[in-house]
């Protein structure tokens, strides 16, 4: 395919000029070479392309017709190596990106800023989802990174922690004054609990650890969102198991207080995933660097 797109390239700019001689010049060939070419394209396609006259040539009625065609395709090819050039300098393209609603509002929203203003001509396209859920698009190719929470087992993505995570239980006004001491593990699944959906990576990290403990979690409500967790405790529904770096709000302004704990819940990761298999472009190589060294 290479060989016959040269064929019709020195086609190409001998149509143009007229001239085998001047094809020659322009292609940094040598006028036998070029001669060579045509013959060849018109050994291949059984049909004469130029007329050859002593002052030069000119195009045959089939050779016409065919430069109109190939001077088309030229012209898209080099129209699309300048968009692959728009792209790889980042002046043109668009970058998707999984991340849950959490995530997105309480900690991905400062890296969007900062890869918008050094990137304004890319379109950004953001799909919220759970953890499980921005994993299975990301696998089909419906975005191309994903910010989730970890840890996951997938040996197809490559994992790169970012941030420090934190679980931890709060409670409202009305159970303040019982819990305030340190209370074991034990003590805090005998209180009505609010969790997030057993199908939340979250959820089972901290499930997976009392397990490891050997405590069972039976919990009053499950529910889709961390605001609504903290929202139901704050109204004093029960004791809910929240990420602390995303409750700040409502810890600095006396809405919901830290539950202490004899024993903390292990710290975890959120951080960038894609699939290993395939390479990053340029916009989402450059997106994970800002999100890496900011």
Do not use: W
């Not at 190939?70 to 393209?93: P, Q, S």
């Not at 819990?179 to 901290?206: A, G, Q």
């Not at 609504?228 to 809910?240: D, P």
């Amino acid at each position: 395919m290479v060989s016959k797109l040269d064929l019709y390239k020195v086609f190409y700019k001998v149509g143009k000029s007229e001239s085998f001689s001047k094809a020659a010049k322009d292609l940094y060939m040598t006028q036998p070479a070029v001669s060579q070419a045509i013959m060849q394209l018109e050994r291949e396609l059984d049909i004469r392309l130029f007329n050859r006259t002593p002052k030069g040539v000119s195009l045959t009625n089939e050779g016409s017709l065919l430069f109109e065609y190939v001077h088309l395709a030229l012209n898209l090819i080099d129209v699309g190596e300048e968009k692959i050039l728009e792209f790889k300098n980042l002046t043109t393209g668009e970058l998707k990106i999984g991340v849950g609603d959490t995530i997105s509002r309480y900690y991905l929203l400062p890296y969007l800023e900062a890869f918008h203003n050094q990137y304004p001509n890319i379109k950004l396209k953001i799909v919220n989802g759970t953890t499980l859920e921005i994993c299975s698009i990301l696998k089909s190719g419906e975005v191309d990174i994903a910010i989730c929470n970890f840890p996951l087992d997938d040996p197809t993505l490559e994992l790169i922690p970012c941030i420090d995570v934190h679980d931890i239980f709060v409670c409202g006004e009305k159970y303040r004054n019982s819990l305030s001491k340190p209370i074991s593990l034990n003590e805090v699944v005998k209180l009505p609990l609010i969790l997030l959906e057993p199908k939340s990576i979250s959820r089972k990290y901290v499930e997976d650890f009392m397990i490891s403990k050997g405590i069972k979690i039976s919990p009053e409500f499950e529910l889709g969102s961390h605001d609504l967790l903290l929202e139901f405790a704050k109204i004093n529904l029960g004791i809910a198991c929240v990420t602390k770096e995303f409750s700040q709000e409502y810890l600095n302004n006396g809405l919901v207080y830290e539950v202490q704990l004899m024993e903390e819940i292990p710290k975890r990761n959120i951080g960038v995933c894609f699939l290993k298999s395939v390479p990053l472009s340029p916009a989402s190589t450059k997106f994970v660097e800002i999100i890496e060294n900011k």
